[in-house]
């Protein structure tokens, strides 16, 4: 037997929907399936305005472009997280301000970020780690105190929601991705949803090349020119086909991937107390670790499955864990490396490398994601044991 971590879902109507692109006869950016997709996010979650892109991070490009960041301004993110959470404020010439992680989970501890903010602060990004929900009613108080934006990096957040609001509906911008390894997915693919009113007419200008092409072809303009500084953010019809194939079973998709998700807190839950793994059924797992804590969710946040992870002592630990499941064949896998220690932020920000973030190191070096993926073969917890 052999399990890799991911392996992309197809639902097996997207080469039909992409003949269906192509028989239309238009398949550059913004046509009928771009609105499908578009329509379908703003009915189902409610979200203000959509916008797809060629992937989260040209949303979030778009983002900082919208939200003006200039050479200076300061931007707070996690450092616990993917680099193009960070690389769009970098080209826009934001100085990074990294937070660290709550002790018992990746996403960002908003205990610490109002000692971060500082009159040039222009936003806070959270990141859904897992898809499971940062805590935004605390995020959005604080930013409306100090009038900063809030952009969600809801990029492994399809379908997850906090206090009833889906994730990415609820900051000034949300983010989203359709990588390959997201939950739903279009081989390279993204979307911006605008929250902030204010923000939706300059949006769709920044996506159409600096243009108003997009109100040109509701009839609201006679004629279409430059009228602001703008890139190409558009996918084409051909990925909005196969994205809506994946829309289309959406339901399906996450009904899989909880059902995988539950199974693992189960058999990781009966050998546990509070979510710590149980001494003596970690002695069989590696004979050595103590206690692996996992994802424990409260009711009023509700996450999407988007991946599955156990927490180990040490690097140490972590490896071997690792190294024994890849005897098994199955393939686990460790995350990200704390941004505030990459060798970009040493030159660029040093005073942030020399900040000590102790969560974002230890995630960096003990996390391990199990294979999550709706094929996955029947796995038992005997997997699990040497
Ligand atoms: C996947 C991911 C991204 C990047 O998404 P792309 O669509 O590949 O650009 C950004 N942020 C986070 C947190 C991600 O998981």
């Known amino acids: ?37 578009q329509e379908f996010f703003e009915q189902r979650y409610g979200f203000h305005k959509c916008l797809l892109t060629t992937s989260c991070t040209d949303a979030l490009e778009m983002a900082a472009i919208l939200l003006n960041i200039q050479p200076g301004d300061e931007v707070i993110l996690p450092s616990y997280t993917f680099v ?13 301000v990294f937070v ?18 500082t009159p040039k602060t222009k936003a806070i990004v959270v990141v859904h780690y897992a898809g499971v929900p940062c805590e935004m009613e605390q995020i959005m108080d604080l930013a409306d105190k ?12 399809i379908d997850s929601s906090y206090k009833g609001r889906a994730l990415g509906g609820i900051g000034h911008l949300g983010c989203f991705s359709f990588h390959e390894t997201k939950n739903i997915q279009c081989g ?12 939706v007419k300059r949006a769709e200008i920044i996506w159409e090349k600096g243009t108003d092409r997009a109100a040109f072809f509701r009839g609201e303009v006679d004629k279409y020119g430059w009228v602001d500084a703008g890139s190409s953010f558009l996918p084409s019809e051909v990925s909005a086909a196969f994205l809506w194939a994946q829309l289309e079973n959406l339901d399906t998709i996450q009904s899989r991937r909880k059902d995988i998700w539950d199974n693992y807190a189960l058999w990781f839950s009966e050998n546990s107390s509070g979510g710590l793994l149980s001494e003596s059924y970690l002695e069989q797992f590696t004979s050595a670790t103590k206690e692996i804590p996992f994802q424990i969710l409260t009711s009023d946040k509700k996450a999407n499955a988007h991946l599955f992870f156990l ?3 040490d690097l140490e630990q972590r490896t071997l ?13 460790f995350h990200y490396q704390s941004l ?4 970009f932020a040493k030159s660029h920000f040093p005073e942030q490398s020399r900040r000590s973030l102790p969560n974002a190191d230890r995630f960096t070096d003990c996390l391990l994601r199990l294979p999550l993926f709706h094929e996955l073969p029947e796995l038992s917890h005997t997997h699990f044991i040497r």
């Open 1 to 37: 037997m052999l399990i890799p971590f991911n392996k992309p879902y197809l639902t097996g109507n997207e080469l039909q929907y992409i003949q269906e692109a192509v028989n239309l006869g238009k398949i550059s950016g913004n046509g009928e399936f771009t609105g499908r997709c």
């Open 84 to 96: 193009s959470t960070a690389n769009p404020f970098v080209l826009r010439g934001a100085k990074l």
């Open 100 to 117: 660290d992680s709550h002790i018992d989970h990746p996403n960002l501890d908003e205990t610490g970020l109002e000692d971060l903010i």
């Open 146 to 157: 100090h009038g900063i934006f809030v952009v969600e990096d809801a990029a492994q957040a």
């Open 188 to 199: 390279e693919g993204g979307m911006l949803v605008i929250n902030d009113p204010d923000l």
């Open 311 to 313: 927490l180990f002592e």
């Open 321 to 333: 864990v690792a190294k024994r499941l890849k005897e098994k064949g199955i393939l686990a896998v």
């Open 340 to 343: 505030h220690q990459s060798s």
